[in-house]
């Protein structure tokens, strides 16, 4: 490991703007893919590739293999992070506009703070906490109220449901990694969920019957490249900067990820995307933030466990 006086500087910055920056921008390229693509069937083919190229270059350079009681882990989490969290994700993306989205994924430290509260117990509800949790309620109350005269339609009820649903699963699955069996090697645990979390999206597409409303040879050239995007630069490239990072930097500043890829996501969204961009847009994503920016940085009693196979959009 190199170690910070040897360290290029340039190193570190780039795997922050890759973690920034890619993953902020995944996910006006989930809803240019959901405009063409079935979603969970998008989010199969995403999920699978990169998961196959991550499993099988761990292989090829000595990793262990799962054994059976870690691959029933992994496919339990991938139940969670890929089916339900990214499933509902890629499905929501059809309704929701893409910086909204990843403001509403955003919420996932709220849920993660509350299950420290009520399950772990390694959290106390403090004035602080209680505070956070409030404004980040508000700030959703704010993104789908239509009694609020802010200007600019609400977000649909049903994309938001999902996205909090969403959330939700991927708090628990942070919760249960603490207690199952996983293989010692992030990247391998990764791979190995990534792989079972693309096994489990094609099922359940070919479930939903996605198969017969898709035809490849109608589908456009920018969402090939949209998907192309998601796979290298989002999976592949952003979760290898992902894993160097935490290797080389301090948890606190690779965590601030949390809070800047929704900004990310909805300037791209805005400038790219042609997404929306009011008063309504504004105050509920800065109350959401300061929300995660507040929880994020409250001190736990027990350091925080982060999911092998973290990663956003």
């Given at each position: 490991m190199e170690t910070s006086s040897h360290r290029p500087v340039w190193k570190s910055l780039l795997a922050f703007a890759i973690i920034y920056f890619v993953w902020g921008s995944t996910f006006l390229a989930i809803r240019v893919g959901v405009r063409e693509v079935?979603?969970?069937?998008?989010?199969?083919?995403?999920f699978l590739v990169a998961g196959l190229a991550l499993y099988g270059w761990t292989i090829g350079r000595?990793?262990?293999?799962?054994?059976?009681?870690?691959?029933?882990?992994?496919?339990?989490l991938a139940t969670l992070i890929f089916v339900f969290d990214y499933g509902l994700l890629f499905w929501a993306e059809q309704r929701v506009p893409s910086g909204i989205a990843a403001?509403?994924?955003?919420?996932?430290?709220?849920f993660m703070a509350l299950s420290e509260i009520i399950f772990l117990r390694t959290q106390r509800l403090t004035l602080r906490l209680a505070l956070?949790?409030?404004?980040?309620?508000?700030?959703?109350?704010?993104?789908?109220?239509?009694?609020?005269?802010?200007?600019?339609?609400?977000?649909?009820?049903?994309?938001?449901?999902?996205?909090?649903?969403?959330?939700v699963s991927w708090s628990v699955a942070s919760v249960l990694s603490r207690k199952l069996p996983l293989p010692a090697s992030k990247i391998m645990s990764s791979g190995a969920?990534?792989?079972?979390?693309?096994?489990?999206?094609?099922?359940?597409a070919g479930a939903l019957g996605?198969?017969?409303?898709?035809?490849?040879g109608s589908v456009s050239r920018e969402v090939w490249l949209s998907l192309l995007y998601l796979i290298v630069a989002g999976s592949i490239i952003g979760f290898t900067a992902y894993v160097w990072l935490i290797h080389h930097e301090s948890p606190t500043k690779v965590?601030?990820?949390?809070?800047?890829?929704?900004?990310?996501?909805?300037?791209?969204?805005?400038?790219?995307?042609?997404?929306?961009?009011?008063?309504?847009?504004?105050?509920?994503?800065?109350?959401?933030?300061?929300?995660?920016?507040?929880?994020?940085?409250?001190?736990?009693?027990k350091p925080v466990v982060r999911l092998a196979a973290e990663e956003t959009g």
């Open positions: 079935p979603p969970f069937l998008l989010a199969a083919m995403r000595g990793d262990r293999s799962p054994r059976g009681r870690e691959w029933a882990s992994a496919f339990l403001v509403m994924l955003a919420m996932i430290p709220v956070a949790l409030l404004t980040g309620i508000a700030g959703v109350a704010v993104l789908v109220s239509r009694s609020l005269n802010l200007g600019g339609a609400p977000i649909d009820r049903l994309g938001a449901v999902a996205l909090i649903f969403a959330s969920q990534m792989l079972a979390g693309g096994i489990l999206l094609t099922l359940a996605e198969f017969k409303d898709f035809h490849p965590g601030t990820y949390a809070y800047v890829n929704p900004v990310v996501a909805v300037f791209v969204g805005y400038f790219l995307g042609g997404e929306a961009l009011g008063v309504r847009t504004v105050l509920g994503s800065m109350f959401v933030l300061i929300s995660v920016v507040v929880i994020t940085t409250a001190p736990a009693r």
